[in-house]
């Protein structure tokens, strides 16, 4: 697994762009995440994310993990973005607090829980998410559940 160390505060655009991991960790000290950060990273499959309170620095709003479908998605452009639908799972990790816009648009993911520390769940995170089946919510999340 690729990691990322705690106390990284951003990831920069083009920063793991056509790497060859499987798997990659957010820490949770990281805030910022720029537009491109895992462009054609094509062999990714899952993402532990913990960034607790982590947004956009892009310059646009699309794919976190996945394919936009009929945008195409450049190096200039996309959220944490990646021009493939290889994304099967997407763990979110306890104390983060925001789910980010777009997370979950273009990937496989079939199956996405909400732990109870969530407090945002951003704009389309869930936008064609077409192998989506089931959400579930931390009983203890006071917010959604």
């Given at each position: 697994?690729n990691f990322?160390p705690e106390?990284v505060?951003a990831?920069?655009?083009g920063?793991f762009r ?10 949770a ?8 950060a895992?462009?054609d990273c094509?062999?990714l499959?899952?993402v532990?994310?913990n960034a607790v309170?982590?947004?956009t ?6 794919p976190?993990?996945g394919n ?22 997407i763990?979110i ?5 925001t ?13 996405f829980?909400?732990p ?11 936008c ?7 959400i579930t919510?931390d009983?203890?999340?006071p917010?959604?559940y």
């Amino acid at each position: 697994m690729n990691f990322i160390p705690e106390g990284v505060t951003a990831i920069e655009s083009g920063q793991f762009r056509n790497g060859t991991f499987t798997e990659i960790e957010i820490p949770a000290s990281v805030t910022c995440i720029e537009s491109g950060a895992f462009l054609d990273c094509c062999q990714l499959q899952r993402v532990y994310f913990n960034a607790v309170n982590c947004k956009t620095c892009g310059k646009k709003t699309m794919p976190v993990f996945g394919n936009y479908g009929d945008v195409q998605v450049t190096y200039n452009y996309g959220y944490f973005g990646v021009t493939n639908m290889n994304v099967v799972e997407i763990l979110i990790g306890e104390g983060v607090k925001t789910i980010p816009n777009f997370l979950l648009t273009g990937t496989n993911v079939a199956s996405f829980h909400i732990p109870a520390s969530v407090e945002k769940v951003g704009l389309h995170a869930f936008c064609r998410a077409a192998a989506l089946e089931s959400i579930t919510v931390d009983p203890q999340n006071p917010r959604y559940y």
